[in-house]
């Protein structure tokens, strides 16, 4: 859930394009492009669905907590010691 999906739409059966149509973005090779987990259920078993892992609105935000509860104890103790 914490990552989007982009995905080639000519790799998507005909059967399930209905599905894809609200999330096609049109180019030369149009995608679709999910911002979250809705449709890993109907496209999970397509080979590559899962393979984009790039961050969502939520993974960034985990991605930001994770950092600042890494950075916090450093910048505490570095600005402790220039007092």
């Known amino acids: 859930m914490l990552n989007y999906r982009r995905f080639p739409l000519a790799k998507v059966p005909d059967s399930l394009k209905p599905f894809a149509t609200p999330y ?13 987990h ?3 259920g109907i496209f999970g078993q397509l080979p590559g669905w ?12 985990v991605i930001a907590d994770e950092t600042a509860k890494f950075l916090a104890p450093i910048i505490r103790a ?3 010691q220039a007092k």
């Open 50 to 61: 899962f393979a984009d892992r790039h961050p969502n609105l939520a993974g960034y935000n």
């Open 78 to 80: 570095r600005h402790s």
């Open 24 to 36: 096609i973005q049109p180019g030369a090779d149009p995608t679709i492009v999910v911002l979250d």
């Open 38 to 40: 809705r449709l890993d």
